[in-house]
């Protein structure tokens, strides 16, 4: 353990694209949402106002390719991709799945736009 520093039991990507104002592309970041510009910064104080912020490590990320169901943020381990959220989403993600160990299913992303992983020796020329 590097300087006493645990290595984190979960990592939470947090998309934070942000298309050009004007661009008909949704994005993660939105000019027309201040609740989506504050979303990364309520994750961190949030992790940190709850003592876990040793363990879990918040990563800003660009885009997920999941743009049409935005804001996400992904949760290692487990591939849990959580879609449209909102600061009351995001504390209880942080309460139920990251304190709790129970996946929020209502706000994890359809499984029609997300399935199952393909191992790249499948696809490999």
């Excluded at 990507?13 to 989506?36: D, H, I, L, R, Y």
Aim: proline fraction near 9%; hydrophobic fraction near 35%; include cysteine.
């Amino acid at each position: 353990m590097l300087n006493g520093i645990p290595q984190p039991a979960f990592y939470i990507f947090k998309c934070q694209q942000s298309a050009p104002p004007g661009m008909p592309k949704p994005s993660c970041v939105s000019q027309n949402s201040p609740e989506s510009q504050e979303l990364f910064q309520h994750l961190s104080q949030s992790l940190m106002q709850k003592g876990i912020i040793a363990t879990v490590q918040p990563i800003q990320t660009s885009c997920l390719n999941r743009c049409q169901q935005g804001p996400v943020m992904l949760v290692e381990p487990g591939h849990t991709m959580y879609v449209e959220l909102t600061k009351e989403k995001v504390d209880k993600i942080i309460d139920e799945h990251i304190i709790g160990g129970n996946v929020v299913d209502e706000y994890v992303i359809a499984e029609e736009a997300w399935g199952e992983a393909i191992a790249p020796a499948d696809m490999a020329r």
